[in-house]
């Protein structure tokens, strides 16, 4: 368990899932982080390796965790001011840098200071999370990571620059331990290289040629020296050295190509009389401008130079007036066969010719039929416009009168709807006039015996039914409520309330005012039944 999680008892399986939830917790927090970090505006267009670079952070921020917390002894809320003075500044200073770099205006003072402000952040880190490894193994590679997430987001921001390094663009440079360092080191390269007689510009092959053509003229020049010692003291001894060495420089002579290579022999040349004529180097003197400049010349092999250039610049005009010849022999042979086509092309053309008068003599005879042809062509044209104004005049008629008979088709089948309708409403009506005769009957049947106990004035509806104006003026009332939208009787007690009687005599008055009403409903037919009878009398 991690030193900076709380001391938990650990007991079954609490233990062993514990830990396991710690680390799935972790890696939860850490994936939404780096979502949400990649979908940020703070984030956007740096790229892919912005997410690497994250992960190298993260490993910095642990080393300088330990490194506050154990070799610091910080307290964890400085720990995290500590770890945010350096890791959070140096990412956020290259983040910032790569947001506000313009590639027209390139390296301004101010993102140089922030870029080795940046890397001065970086080297702390390293170093902090140097010291904090456990071991001498893990001390190099713990540095290193620092430096590796700044390096991430800092090629983004070289390629946004264009590749341009901050010193590129000032002549002059600035002292500092950041420029000392670099140019020591370029010192150190330049001297190995010197050392070794290599260049740093040419290229692989190149350099291996050059050293075959070196190893060439080396084996040459001891042979040269094994032949001048054989000459001043002859042996058995020497003259196996002598052969020894001849078959080292033959063998070495043939690797580098020098019979067939002008270059390379040129190089062999310089070689040797770089080691023959090294005493003469020596002993030259320096005082006589000219003298110099035409001996350096000499051993430069420059006369053989310049012969090997104009030998291989004349084998190119050779080579090119071989072109040129063949090239012009082609165009010859191609204008003798534009010759040959145009000379084709005008036989063709009088051929043609003649064919287009011969045509032009056969057009006068068939001119003639064209144009009776024309003619009958014309009026069976106009016979077959007459012939289609005429069929569409007809579907036009067709449509009209198939449109009619659809309409009254259509009026024939709603009257015999409606008809239908009418019909069974009347069958309807028929039925229920029946049902009601039959119950007129019985209601004047059960009506009769009350009809001799209302007035003669209440069948007449001649002036006042009641000599009481209060009784009258109750059956004015007990009429309205009978005949509304929702009828229904006043009660005894009502009738007493309203007209200031006595509730006995309200109730004579409602069996008088029943009664009444029993001997109208008798005498009169209802209009409904009467109408349908013929006997309405309104």
Avoid at 107 to 126: D, I, K, N, Y
Avoid at 148 to 175: C, F, M, V, Y
Avoid at 391 to 409: F, H, I, N, V, W
Wanted: net charge neutral; with cysteine.
């Amino acid at each position: 368990m991690p030193s900076w999680l709380p001391d938990l008892p650990a007991a079954g399986a609490w233990g062993a899932v514990l830990p396991v939830a710690v680390a799935v917790s972790a890696l939860a927090v850490t994936v939404w982080v780096l979502v949400r970090l990649r979908r940020s505006v703070w984030l956007s267009g740096i790229g892919p390796q912005a997410v690497v670079a994250l992960g190298g952070v993260a490993v910095s921020v642990y080393g300088l965790w330990g490194f506050a917390l154990e070799t610091a002894g910080l307290p964890s809320p400085l720990a995290v001011a500590f770890i945010a003075v350096f890791d959070a500044a140096e990412m956020t200073l290259l983040v910032t840098m790569y947001r506000t770099a313009d590639p027209e205006q390139g390296w301004t003072p101010e993102l140089r200071l922030m870029h080795r402000t940046a890397w001065m952040l970086v080297g702390f880190s390293a170093a902090m999370n140097a010291v904090h490894a456990p071991n001498w193994w893990a001390r190099p590679v713990l540095a290193a990571v620092p430096a590796l997430a700044a390096w991430l987001i800092e090629l983004q921001l070289r390629s946004k620059l264009h590749h341009t390094r901050p010193a590129e663009d000032d002549p002059a440079g600035r002292p500092g331990p950041a420029r000392l360092v670099a140019l020591l080191w370029q010192h150190a390269w330049a001297g190995l290289f010197a050392l070794l007689g290599l260049d740093a510009r040419t290229s692989s092959s190149a350099i291996a040629r050059a050293a075959l053509a070196q190893r060439a003229a080396l084996r040459v020049y001891r042979l040269r020296l094994a032949l001048e010692a054989t000459g001043s003291a002859p042996g058995r001894r020497s003259r196996r050295r002598v052969e020894r060495l001849r078959g080292r420089a033959q063998k070495a002579l043939a690797r580098a190509d020098v019979a067939t290579d002008g270059g390379q022999s040129l190089a062999l040349g310089r070689r040797m009389a770089e080691l023959t004529r090294v005493e003469e180097v020596a002993r030259l003197d320096y005082s006589n401008a000219p003298a110099v400049v035409a001996f350096m010349e000499d051993l430069a092999v420059t006369p053989g130079a310049e012969r090997l250039e104009a030998w291989a610049l004349a084998e190119q005009a050779n080579d090119a007036r071989q072109r040129a010849e063949a090239a012009r022999e082609e165009a010859e042979s191609a204008r003798q066969r534009a010759v040959d086509a145009l000379t084709a092309a005008r036989q063709d053309l009088e051929a043609a010719r003649r064919e287009h008068a011969a045509l032009l003599e056969g057009r006068k005879d068939v001119a003639g039929q064209s144009e009776a042809a024309r003619r009958e062509e014309k009026d069976a044209r106009q016979r077959a416009e007459a012939a289609r104004g005429e069929e569409k005049a007809a579907r036009q008629a067709l449509s009209t009168q198939q449109a009619r008979l659809d309409a009254l088709t259509a009026s024939v089948r709603d009257l015999d709807a409606a008809r239908e309708a009418r019909q069974e409403a009347l069958e309807q009506v028929s039925h229920q006039i029946e049902e009601a005769t039959v119950v007129r009957d019985r209601l004047r049947g059960d009506l009769a015996a009350l009809r001799p106990q209302a007035p003669d004035s209440a069948l007449s509806d001649d002036g006042p039914v009641w000599k009481s104006e209060a009784k009258e003026a109750g059956w004015r009332h007990y009429l309205h409520c009978l005949t509304t939208d929702d009828p229904a009787e006043p009660t005894a007690a009502e009738l007493s309330t309203t007209f200031g009687v006595d509730a006995g005599n309200a109730r004579n008055w409602l069996r008088d005012f029943r009664a009444a009403r029993a001997a109208q409903l008798a005498a009169h037919q209802p209009r409904a039944l009467a109408a349908v009878n013929g006997t309405d009398r309104s």
